[in-house]
């Protein structure tokens, strides 16, 4: 079953292709991370998917709802975290979260207050006013507003952009606890890529308003695994155009810094690599590293071509 449905969806601002073809299911339960570059059309699709805007063609459909016709039913059973969310600064958080209760219209407002205010820690700090809050604090304002309507699909907008770590800590552990949650689907966008990896189940990657990649992290990284990375560390800065040279006739990825080169390659032909390197240039270390999302981001977006795993 899934959560979410956005079929062959199309939506401009004047002259720009914010989402061209957009095509994306999440599957129910999951928690589902939207990767880009800037630009690439993530926060655009998040307010398609809350009725914000309209697509100019395709369908977008929430829980088995198409958006554009089920309206308001739709925004009850969505929580949306905006990328930037700011509160008055003279209300408290209580007072904030009463606010977003009573234009919601929702029944017994003080409970779901209280079970918000508990689920993202801030009890305590609930009648403080919410111009002494930290951005930490701020953000997991912003959730708290999301979760008032007890929500079964999540939308979180870079809910981590601009936090000092212990905010991101603090962030992450409120969106693990959510997940245990199964009838709870979850998606996030982010640039953190370990932020991803650590909390997704699957993840969509977004370039210029088009899919590059989607499916579950391990499918995906298992699709670029026949490759690892050996990062070498050169003895003398200056050696490193002789050891591109001693690389070159080999079918691998060659990439330079100023004292290292990271090659990509497959696995059988590491000792073979090393081997060229040694001979070629003084070599001070080495690493091989198994691919991780970052290479996934990397390939999609050198790549065209659409990758599903
Ligand atoms: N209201 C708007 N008017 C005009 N152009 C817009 C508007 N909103 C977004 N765009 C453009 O649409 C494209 C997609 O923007 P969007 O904000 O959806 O991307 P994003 O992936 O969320 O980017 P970021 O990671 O920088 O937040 C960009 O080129 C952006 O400049």
Do not use: M, W
């Given at each position: 079953m899934h959560a979410i449905d956005v079929t062959d969806v199309t939506k401009t601002y004047g002259d720009v292709t914010a989402l061209d073809g957009l095509s994306l299911a999440v599957e129910s339960g999951t928690t589902f991370g939207l990767l880009g570059?800037?630009?690439?059309g993530k926060s655009t699709l998040f307010k398609l998917l809350v009725?914000?805007?309209r697509p100019d063609s395709g369908a977008v459909a929430v829980a088995g709802r198409d958006v554009t016709t089920a309206g308001a039913a739709i925004r009850r059973s969505?929580?949306?975290?905006?990328?930037?969310a700011g509160?008055?600064?003279a209300l408290t958080g209580r007072e904030v979260l009463a606010f977003h209760?009573?234009?919601?219209g929702l029944a017994e407002p003080s409970a779901r207050i209280d079970e918000a205010l508990e689920t993202v820690g801030l009890s305590d700090a609930a009648d403080r006013r919410v111009g002494g809050y930290s951005n930490g604090m701020?953000?997991?304002?912003?959730?708290?507003?999301a979760l008032l309507s007890r929500p079964r699909?999540?939308?979180l907008d870079e809910p981590t952009a601009g936090l000092d770590p212990r905010g991101v800590a603090s962030f992450h552990s409120i969106v693990r606890q959510l997940d245990r949650d199964d009838d709870l689907t979850v998606v996030l966008s982010s640039h953190v890529l370990p932020e991803v990896e650590r909390l997704c189940d699957a993840v969509a990657i977004l370039h210029d308003g088009r899919l590059r990649a989607s499916g579950s992290v391990a499918g995906l990284k298992r699709h670029v695994s026949d490759d690892v990375r050996v990062r070498v560390r050169l003895r003398d800065p200056g050696a490193t155009e002789d050891a591109l040279s001693a690389i070159a006739p080999r079918e691998a990825t060659v990439r330079s810094t100023d004292d290292a080169i990271a090659v990509d390659c497959s696995a059988s032909a590491?000792?073979?690599?090393?081997?060229?390197?040694?001979?070629?240039?003084?070599?001070?270390?080495?690493?091989?590293?198994?691919?991780?999302?970052?290479?996934v981001f990397e390939r999609a977006l050198s790549d065209p071509a659409e990758v599903s795993a």
């Open positions: 570059t800037n630009g690439a009725g914000h805007v969505v929580g949306y975290l905006p990328e930037r509160f008055p600064s209760a009573r234009i919601r701020t953000r997991r304002l912003g959730l708290a507003t699909i999540l939308l590491v000792p073979g690599v090393l081997a060229d390197l040694a001979a070629a240039v003084p070599v001070e270390g080495y690493e091989v590293r198994e691919p991780g999302l970052e290479r």
